[in-house]
T-cell receptor
Framework: GQQVKQSSPSLTVQEGGISILNCDYE??????FAWYKKYPDNSPTLLISVRSNVDKREDGRLTVFLNKSGKHFSLHITASQPEDTAVYLC?????????????FGEGTKLTVSS | EAAVTQSPRSKVAVTGGKVTLSCHQT?????MYWYRQDTGHGLRLIHYSYVADSTEKGDIPDGYKASRPSQENFSLILELASLSQTAVYFCASSEGLGASAETLYFGSGTRLTVL
C-alpha cells in the first residue's frame, strides 16, 4: 500500500489566500518529513522539512504542521502567489545510518489564480 | 554550486533493448539515488548507494540494476527494457550526515520512452 499519501491530486486557491496541502503516512517510525516543490519539466527542490521532535516549523510564508498521533502533516502557504503554482510532493522517511530513503506522496498540483 | 547532472535528457528505446542512464554529482555527497516518476505514483525509489562499488535495492528494484563505480557517478541499467519502464527517471544525492542529512538534490530528470 501507499505509505505516504496525498489525498488531493489538485487544489486551486485565489491569489492572497492560504494554500493548505495535506499528507498522511502509515509508518509511525518515520522521523523526518519534508515538502518538495516541482515545476513542470523541472526537478523537485526542497521547500521545508521537520524532524519528529517538533510539531511546527515556520519559514517565511511556509509553515509545516506535524501531527504524529494522527500520522499527518501539512504545508500551509500564506499570501499565495501565482508563482506558487506547481506540484507539491510530500515525503517522509526514517534516518537509518544517514540514508535519506524518502518515500514520496503522489503530489498535489496547486494552482494559484489571480 | 552543488549539482547533479543526468544524461541523456531523453531517450527512446526498443522493447528488449539495453538502456543505461547516467548520473554525475559534484556535491561530494556519499548517498545517491534513482527514482522514477509516474502519474499517480509520485517518486518511487529504485536503487540507492551510500558508497562507491556498493548499491542497495529500493522499493521497486525489479527490472533494474545499478552501478556506482565512483563517488561521483551512479548509473541505472535496464538490461531488457519493457513498456512498463516508460517514465521519467530522477537521480539525486544527499549528504547523509549533519543537519541537512536527508535533503535530496535532484538532477533534471531523464524521460525514457520504451516502444
Amino acid at each position: 500500500g501507499q505509505q505516504v499519501k496525498q489525498s488531493s491530486p489538485s487544489l486551486t486557491v485565489q491569489e492572497g489566500g492560504i494554500s493548505i496541502l495535506n499528507c498522511d503516512y502509515e509508518n509511525d517510525m518515520f522521523d523526518y518529513f519534508a515538502w518538495y516543490k516541482k515545476y513542470p519539466d523541472n526537478s523537485p527542490t526542497l521547500l521545508i522539512s521537520v524532524r519528529s521532535n517538533v510539531d511546527k516549523r515556520e519559514d517565511g510564508r511556509l509553515t509545516v504542521f506535524l501531527n504524529k498521533s494522527g500520522k499527518h502533516f501539512s504545508l500551509h502557504i500564506t499570501a499565495s502567489q501565482p508563482e506558487d503554482t506547481a506540484v507539491y510532493l510530500c515525503a517522509a522517511g526514517l534516518n537509518q545510518g544517514g540514508s535519506a530513503k524518502l518515500i514520496f506522496g503522489e503530489g498535489t498540483k496547486l494552482t494559484v489564480s489571480s | 554550486e552543488a549539482a547533479v547532472t543526468q544524461s541523456p535528457r531523453s531517450k527512446v528505446a526498443v522493447t528488449g533493448g539495453k538502456v543505461t542512464l547516467s548520473c554525475h554529482q559534484t556535491n561530494n555527497h556519499d548517498y545517491m539515488y534513482w527514482y522514477r516518476q509516474d502519474t499517480g505514483h509520485g517518486l518511487r525509489l529504485i536503487h540507492y548507494s551510500y558508497v562507491a562499488d556498493s548499491t542497495e535495492k529500493g522499493d521497486i528494484p525489479d527490472g533494474y540494476k545499478a552501478s556506482r563505480p565512483s563517488q561521483e557517478n551512479f548509473s541505472l541499467i535496464l538490461e531488457l527494457a519493457s513498456l512498463s519502464q516508460t517514465a521519467v527517471y530522477f537521480c539525486a544525492s544527499s549528504e547523509g550526515l549533519g543537519a541537512s542529512a536527508e535533503t535530496l538534490y535532484f538532477g533534471s530528470g531523464t524521460r525514457l520512452t520504451v516502444l
